[in-house]
């Protein structure tokens, strides 16, 4: 199974649109946005978990790296509520499932071997940084060429992203802008290497992620 698998290629999906697909496990459905292989290798989707639902116990042997969007996430670790951000290097192991639902943005096989720091972060507790008066950041992590972090517009307002090693979205609140498209609330994009002004309106918030596409 390959989908978006060009990765020299743009690729946009507007996941509100997008059916749930069941996965082999009871309860457990995804929206698959980008992905190498049927069921392990690289893999880019939206998860979610309906109530009283679990996941086999299993590895991450390329690593995993999710958000936690709505409801509250659990294993053996603990309890991820929404605006969570959670980072599991290669070869840690959990038993993922959640008591009252929940849906994450889940980014499989992207680790860089020498990537071994094993961490969660409630965003919603954190200390942001002021870019400019019209928008701030928030950095969630940051590997040799890699960036994760998310964007918040604190009034209407516009900022440079440099891609090279690529760029990839997922819009969390409000619309964001490149050039002439405007992409709405759930809408996924990832770009190849470019330099591109992200226009975004006020209280919208954005996952950004840069400089990770050169593996791939």
């Known amino acids: 199974m390959r989908i978006n698998a060009d990765f020299e290629v ?4 507007h996941t509100a649109n997008m059916a749930w697909v069941d996965s082999y496990m009871p309860g457990v459905q995804r929206k698959m946005l980008d992905r190498l292989k049927a069921e ?9 978990y309906a109530p009283n639902s679990y ?4 590895t991450h042997d390329g690593g995993e790296e999710f958000l936690v969007l709505h409801g509250t996430f659990s294993d053996e670790h603990g309890d991820f509520p929404a605006g969570t951000y ?18 994450i943005f ?20 954190a200390n942001w940084t002021e ?3 019209e928008i701030s950041k928030l950095l969630l992590h940051e590997f040799d060429s890699e960036k994760v972090q998310l964007l918040h517009a604190n009034q209407n307002g516009a900022i440079d992203i440099s891609g090279a090693g690529g760029i990839e ?3 969390l609140e409000g619309t964001c802008a490149l050039g002439t498209t405007t992409y709405q609330k759930d809408d996924w994009l990832r770009l190849p290497d470019t330099t591109v002004t992200m226009n975004l309106s006020k209280n ?11 593996q791939a």
């Open 10 to 13: 743009a690729a946009v999906e």
């Open 86 to 103: 959670v980072r599991n290097p290669i070869g840690t192991q959990h038993k993922p499932h959640s008591r009252d639902g929940c849906i």
């Open 169 to 171: 979205c997922l819009v």
């Open 204 to 214: 919208s918030r954005v996952y950004l992620k840069t400089g990770h596409l050169t």
């Open 131 to 133: 870019v400019t008066t």
């Open 40 to 48: 392990s290798g690289r893999a880019t989707s939206i998860v979610r």
């Open 55 to 58: 996941f086999a116990p299993h």
């Open 106 to 125: 889940v980014k499989l096989w992207q680790f860089d071997l020498k990537d071994t720091r094993q961490f969660d972060r409630n965003t919603q507790q």
